[in-house]
């Protein structure tokens, strides 16, 4: 039964459970978080389609199921059903999801207090966009990345072109509407305030994080298995890591891959060509509730980002669920997640150099008492700083604040 004095909350994201993605996740264990802090959430999402090509194709107009304390409304949206889908099908599915929740709005948004749209991708912010320019609807804005810049990055839109151009003028009145921008890091905030001219008053840093509770360690630690668990994508440097194997001097290390993605097929041909077939595994999607026993039977945990500025801004949440279960973490890219790695003093950070990271896991599948010296320094340092209870009691006082105001 609900509170009828509870203050309520409605969440466009177009990722959730059982979709397999880190913000699926983030944005789950946030709502129930919220619910805990007293909220009555509801969950605007389609129905589960990420990775593309993992689920079975729904055309039920709406479903709705309950889970911890979140009621989900399942809004039909196209799902591609290709690993790699093409340029129209993505579109659909971008599209199709937030005029479906904005539909869904117009006939409900006056029953509750606020709004929080999830970006990527940014067309979910379609969905509120027309009641923040019409009506005085409290509205959080969540960014997790630069999406445009990504997509122009790694070369799915033309740099320059109409696309690009469109989408950042809808971006800009997307975010200047907006009550609120949270933001994942401080470098996210300073490029969004940069590019658009958002007013920094505006913008709330809320960093990923992990449920420290739940991705805790015991003493199941493998000494020659490093992990990677999350989407299996262009903005990570899966590549080198695998290339890194041949290049080791240990020869029983192995890499288990945990999750599926655009660049699976690629990277399957990678690893034949390479003649480590024996030693790169693949799981594939695998349940959520097995991740912890996967990162606990591991040595170290990769957070491969490629070098590029226009991932400078990021840190990916496996970094954090690592560090939870005391694995010290490879890490390359730049940015961000350098400075998280050089804080948290729970890893070592190189170049996207297979050479330079085989070396890095040498070294520490050698040294296992310097392994549980940086486990223990990330463990320390995402209780404190990133555990999601943490971080939902923060967006709570956002909202209280936006819905008072």
Same mark, same amino acid.
């Given at each position: 039964m609900s509170d009828q004095n509870a203050q309520r909350v409605v969440v466009a994201s177009q990722h959730y459970p059982p979709d397999k993605s880190g913000n699926a996740s983030r944005v789950s264990d946030t709502c129930s978080r919220l619910a805990a802090e007293g909220w009555e959430v509801t969950v605007l999402a389609p129905p589960p389609a990420f990775p593309h090509g993992q689920f079975d194709r729904s055309w039920d107009r709406k479903t709705t199921d309950t889970r911890d304390g979140v009621t989900v409304h399942r809004l039909w949206a196209w799902q591609p059903t290709l690993e790699d889908p093409g340029f129209i099908s993505r579109m659909a599915y971008y599209l199709l999801f937030p005029i479906h929740a904005f539909l869904w709005l117009l006939f409900n948004y006056r029953t509750y207090d606020a709004v929080i749209t999830s970006s990527p991708p940014i067309f979910t912010g379609m969905a509120a966009l027309p009641f923040g320019l019409l009506s005085r609807k409290s509205w959080i804005v969540d960014v997790r990345d630069l999406w445009i810049d990504a997509s122009v990055g790694l070369g799915f839109i033309e740099e320059g072109g109409v696309l690009e151009r469109v989408s950042r003028a809808y971006e800009r009145v997307v975010l200047r509407t907006a009550d609120r921008v949270t933001v /994942?890091? /401080?470098?996210?905030?300073?490029? %969004?305030?940069? !590019?658009?001219?958002?007013?920094?008053?505006?913008? &709330?840093? %809320?960093?990923?994080?992990?449920?420290? =509770?739940?991705? #805790?360690?015991?003493?199941?630690? $493998?000494?020659?298995?490093?992990v990677y668990t999350g989407n299996?994508?262009? +903005? !990570?440097?899966?590549? =080198?890591?695998?290339?890194?194997? $041949?290049?080791?001097?240990?020869?029983? +290390? /192995?890499? #288990?891959? @945990?999750?599926?993605?655009?660049?699976?097929?690629?990277?399957?041909?990678?690893?034949?060509?390479?003649?480590?077939?024996?030693?790169?595994?693949? /799981?594939?999607? @695998?349940? #959520?509730?097995?991740?912890?026993?996967?990162?606990?039977? =591991?040595?170290?945990? &990769?957070?491969?980002?490629?070098?590029?500025? @226009?991932?400078?801004?990021?840190?990916?949440?496996?970094?954090?669920?690592?560090?939870?279960?005391?694995?010290?973490?490879? +890490?390359?890219?730049?940015?961000?997640?350098?400075?998280?790695i050089d804080e948290s003093e729970g890893g070592v950070f190189v170049e996207n150099d297979p050479q330079r990271l085989a070396e890095a896991f040498d070294t520490l599948l050698a040294d296992p008492e310097r392994?549980? !010296?940086?486990?223990?320094?990330?463990?320390?340092?995402?209780?404190?700083?990133?555990?999601?209870?943490?971080i939902a009691a923060r967006l709570s006082a956002v909202l209280d604040e936006v819905v008072i105001s």
């Amino acid at each position: 039964m609900s509170d009828q004095n509870a203050q309520r909350v409605v969440v466009a994201s177009q990722h959730y459970p059982p979709d397999k993605s880190g913000n699926a996740s983030r944005v789950s264990d946030t709502c129930s978080r919220l619910a805990a802090e007293g909220w009555e959430v509801t969950v605007l999402a389609p129905p589960p389609a990420f990775p593309h090509g993992q689920f079975d194709r729904s055309w039920d107009r709406k479903t709705t199921d309950t889970r911890d304390g979140v009621t989900v409304h399942r809004l039909w949206a196209w799902q591609p059903t290709l690993e790699d889908p093409g340029f129209i099908s993505r579109m659909a599915y971008y599209l199709l999801f937030p005029i479906h929740a904005f539909l869904w709005l117009l006939f409900n948004y006056r029953t509750y207090d606020a709004v929080i749209t999830s970006s990527p991708p940014i067309f979910t912010g379609m969905a509120a966009l027309p009641f923040g320019l019409l009506s005085r609807k409290s509205w959080i804005v969540d960014v997790r990345d630069l999406w445009i810049d990504a997509s122009v990055g790694l070369g799915f839109i033309e740099e320059g072109g109409v696309l690009e151009r469109v989408s950042r003028a809808y971006e800009r009145v997307v975010l200047r509407t907006a009550d609120r921008v949270t933001v /994942t890091t /401080t470098v996210l905030g300073e490029r %969004l305030e940069s !590019q658009y001219g958002i007013d920094d008053r505006k913008i &709330v840093h %809320l960093p990923n994080g992990v449920e420290t =509770a739940e991705f #805790r360690p015991t003493d199941g630690k $493998s000494a020659s298995t490093i992990v990677y668990t999350g989407n299996v994508g262009h +903005a !990570q440097d899966l590549e =080198a890591c695998i290339k890194a194997l $041949s290049e080791m001097d240990s020869d029983t +290390a /192995t890499l #288990r891959i @945990v999750g599926d993605g655009d660049i699976r097929n690629d990277l399957d041909e990678l690893v034949s060509e390479e003649g480590l077939d024996d030693r790169v595994e693949f /799981t594939g999607l @695998v349940p #959520r509730e097995e991740i912890p026993g996967i990162l606990d039977n =591991a040595a170290i945990g &990769v957070a491969p980002l490629k070098s590029d500025d @226009v991932l400078e801004y990021a840190i990916p949440t496996k970094a954090y669920e690592y560090m939870a279960f005391r694995l010290p973490v490879v +890490a390359t890219g730049i940015g961000e997640i350098e400075v998280l790695i050089d804080e948290s003093e729970g890893g070592v950070f190189v170049e996207n150099d297979p050479q330079r990271l085989a070396e890095a896991f040498d070294t520490l599948l050698a040294d296992p008492e310097r392994r549980e !010296q940086l486990g223990r320094n990330g463990r320390e340092h995402v209780v404190e700083r990133y555990d999601r209870g943490v971080i939902a009691a923060r967006l709570s006082a956002v909202l209280d604040e936006v819905v008072i105001s």
